[in-house]
């Protein structure tokens, strides 16, 4: 029995349930009634360590998202916050642009509200190095490896993202294509898009085909807009284009549009290879063929190893999550290979 199952059957949320369960005083009567005639119907007993360490430290985890418009953050936060609550804690989550230093903000957030701990989704490496020093909260990075930056209280979980854009421009070679242009990302090294890069050119290097970067790649922010808007240039300086890869879901998506306007097919005419996996690909028109992260792991495992350090000292852990090939619709072989 979990608070979610005390959710589900006192036909409230789990926030709700949290909150009644610590006594807050702002639940309704009738609403505090139902949820105590469960748990006294059932006999759960709170998590012990869960309640003293939240009436330890007295405030709210931090979430920090970067990027408005990223449809796997949107995701990955419900996840972490439902793990926060049946833990018996609650969690603040602040977003922030795609371009800015999440760590600067991460220390003002500090300064003013004093979390316990930090969640980060999202992050680039290079702010870390510059500025993550001054903070002394237990810390995890959710998407990006923090394993090469050495902090003892930076804890990281994500999925090996040069391993798997590879295993994604190895499909489109698998389906006989050689004009391959690569969508999105900002390529700084410290970035998960730079990695993902990575990928893609040690799969070309394997089939034996030359990578051209000017050529065959547009950065391009993770947004509908700008994958639209990045794919036309793509097209524009590289007519002969068979198949994109696309560094997320967002940007290929956004790149579809472009290709339908510009009298294109997919896959018929070009093919349009994703990243992430989020759950509107598989309703895009055609279905996306995508790498799919696992999401739900990933933010459950971070809110985990976040919780446990902050009732014991431990050192830091780097995780890995698995990932797999979704086929969809939106690759196909090229028509006029033999």
């Known amino acids: 029995m979990t608070i979610k199952d005390i959710a589900r059957l006192a036909g409230c949320s789990v926030a709700t349930v949290s909150r009644v369960l610590n006594q807050y005083p702002d639940v309704s009567d009738a609403t505090r009634q139902r949820v105590m005639s469960v748990v006294e119907a059932y006999h759960f007993r709170p998590n012990s ?5 939240k009436q330890q430290v007295g405030q709210r985890i931090s979430v920090i998202v970067k990027g408005t418009q990223n449809m796997l953050f949107s995701e990955m936060v419900e996840k972490v916050q439902l793990r926060v609550q049946d833990r018996g804690m609650d969690a603040a989550v602040y977003y922030v642009d795609e371009d800015a230093n999440e760590v600067a903000f ?7 509200y004093k979390p316990p701990g930090i969640l980060f989704l999202g992050g680039d490496l290079e702010h870390f190095q510059r500025d993550f020093a001054p903070i002394g909260v237990p810390c995890v990075l959710l998407t990006n490896s923090a394993q090469s930056l050495g902090f003892a209280n930076l804890s990281s979980v994500s999925t ?3 391993v798997a854009a590879e295993k994604a421009t ?7 294509h050689r004009e391959i242009g690569v969508l999105g990302g900002n390529w700084s090294g410290s970035q998960i898009s730079y990695r993902r890069i990575v990928g893609c050119r040690n799969s070309f290097e394997k089939h034996g085909v030359p990578f051209n970067a000017e050529r065959q790649c547009e950065p391009c922010r993770y947004a509908f807009s700008d994958a639209y808007a990045a794919t036309r240039r793509l097209l524009d300086r590289n007519p002969g284009l068979t198949a994109i890869f696309a560094l997320c879901d967002v940007i290929a998506i956004g790149a579809i549009r472009a290709l339908r306007d510009r009298g294109y097919r997919v896959p018929e005419d070009i093919s349009v290879m994703g990243f992430d996996g ?4 598989a309703y895009s028109l055609p279905r996306l063929s995508t790498i799919q992260q696992d999401t739900r792991r990933m933010a ?7 919780l446990e350090r902050l009732e014991r000292k431990l050192p830091p852990v780097y995780e890995t999550t698995p990932f797999q090939v979704l086929s969809g619709e939106s690759v196909a072989a090229r028509r006029d290979w033999r």
């Open 49 to 53: 360590n869960a309640r003293h360490l």
């Open 106 to 112: 991460a220390l003002q957030v500090c300064r003013e």
């Open 160 to 162: 090996d993202d040069a």
């Open 170 to 176: 190895d499909y489109l070679f698998d389906h006989q």
């Open 278 to 281: 989020i759950p509107v690909g």
């Open 300 to 306: 459950e495992r971070g809110a985990d190893i976040l």
